[in-house]
């Protein structure tokens, strides 16, 4: 929505500045598509609208009838779009203000200040200010679970092409926080972010029909694996770092500080539509997901690990796994092109991958408890610290 002399008067402290630019810019940018896409009837509309809100807000006499001349002469399908556009609006600020917090957390690394209030780091300070023994301050981290429980709930049934979309242009707003960006850089973001705001104009935010188990089930895991798996393994890393850099101690991996879990697919008291059927197959949902993100990753990691023989040594506990695992899946063995076979670190990571895969199949030779996994992922830890 075009910026006015009303929201020019709101007031931005200076740290927050950028923040302002970019909630006049996506302002601009989605009020041109709501005229764009609406008509100029509706963009006339949601302004009128804005505007008298804000003056109600304000407190001038008169402009809570003013706002309800406005709307109170839309059919039903007209404040439909009016809701529409508010809501679309106040999704890009939203990602805007998420944003803006990466930005200012960012700033306060590089200024090399105190952590700021809120944050992990900040949180541990505090108790070692207030005289707590770092040892309870570990034993209080070690024992403390945070263990959000996700639900269905039909108030957020957005489609996942609705999530892709705001992912995207999340993404496009943290790309321009680079300083080295060229003219041409802006220009691109913003034609993804209008793409993205247009085409999520253009689809329904919510299906008509109702949504079923397996529908509940896709919308949790979409938080599972492009929110959680994401972000929990930086988290433990984050506190891990304030802990030692605190002088505290080691958190272990064994301690993991949040601990999901979901109601979705396995509530028989609360959906009639859950039984014993969508039970199994919301937890065959979950199991595949995860060895599928497992499966990348070990894929990725032997990307990387390219170090040769003749360059580098590696322990003898990776080289008798690898043997060891050579002999359970000669297939993949053959398969390794000979220009990778002097690579140990690729080569066992592969074979992992393909220990994974047979998880995934409940094939011969799966890995039968996350530790057999981590256990060789450790193996690889130390020996690049034994080696270098």
């Known amino acids: 929505m075009p910026s006015s002399p009303d929201l020019r008067r709101v007031d931005f402290s200076p740290k927050d500045e950028p923040l302002r630019q ?35 807000r304000e407190g001038v006499e008169g402009a809570a009838g003013d706002l309800g001349n406005v709307l109170s002469g839309l059919d039903a399908d007209e404040a439909a779009e009016v809701i529409r556009a508010f809501s679309t609006y106040f999704q890009v600020v939203n990602l805007a203000e998420r944003v803006h917090r990466i930005r200012r957390g960012r700033q306060y690394m590089r200024d090399g200040r105190e952590p700021h209030e809120g944050s992990l780091a900040h949180t541990v300070h505090r108790l070692i200010a207030e005289d707590v ?51 041409h850089d802006e220009r691109v973001s913003w034609s993804v972010i ?5 085409t999520a104009w253009q689809t329904e935010e ?5 949504p079923t ?18 972000i929990l393994p930086a988290l433990h890393e984050q506190l891990e770092v304030a802990l030692k850099q605190a002088g505290v101690g080691e958190l272990g991996a064994s301690s993991p ?12 008291d609360g959906n009639p539509n859950v039984d014993a059927k969508t039970f199994r197959q919301t937890l065959q949902r979950h199991r595949a997901l995860a060895l ?14 390219t170090q040769s023989a003749s360059r580098v040594r590696w322990s ?20 390794i092109p000979d220009r990778m076979a002097g690579m140990g670190y690729r080569v066992f990571l592969q074979l992992v991958g393909a220990r994974l895969e047979a998880t995934r199949a409940d094939g011969d030779h799966a890995y039968t408890t996350p530790t057999e996994l981590a256990g060789d992922i450790e193996l690889v830890v130390e020996s690049l610290r034994e080696n270098g």
């Open 257 to 268: 500080l949040v601990r999901p879990g979901s109601w979705v697919g396995g509530d028989m």
């Open 316 to 335: 003898e506990a990776v080289s008798t796994r690898t043997e060891e695992y050579s002999v359970w899946f000669p297939e993949v063995v053959h398969g």
């Open 292 to 305: 599928h993100a497992y499966q990348a990753e070990i894929s990725q990691l032997a990307d990387h690990l």
């Open 133 to 183: 023994p770092p040892g309870r301050i570990l034993e209080l981290f070690q024992s403390s679970r945070v263990e959000p429980v996700f639900t269905a709930h039909p108030t957020e049934s957005t489609r996942r092409v609705i999530l892709d979309k705001q992912e995207r242009i999340a993404q496009e707003l943290i790309h321009r926080l680079d300083p080295t960006r060229t003219p």
């Open 213 to 230: 188990v397996a529908d509940e089930r896709e919308h949790v895991l979409y938080y599972v694996t492009e929110v959680l798996y994401r």
């Open 206 to 210: 919510h299906p008509s029909a109702r």
């Open 194 to 198: 209008r793409e993205n705001v247009t």
């Open 22 to 56: 970019d909630v006049r810019l996506l302002g601009d940018l989605v009020g041109s598509v709501i005229r764009e896409q609406g008509g100029e009837d509706l963009f006339q509309c949601v302004e009128a609208a804005r505007h008298w809100a804000i003056r109600r």
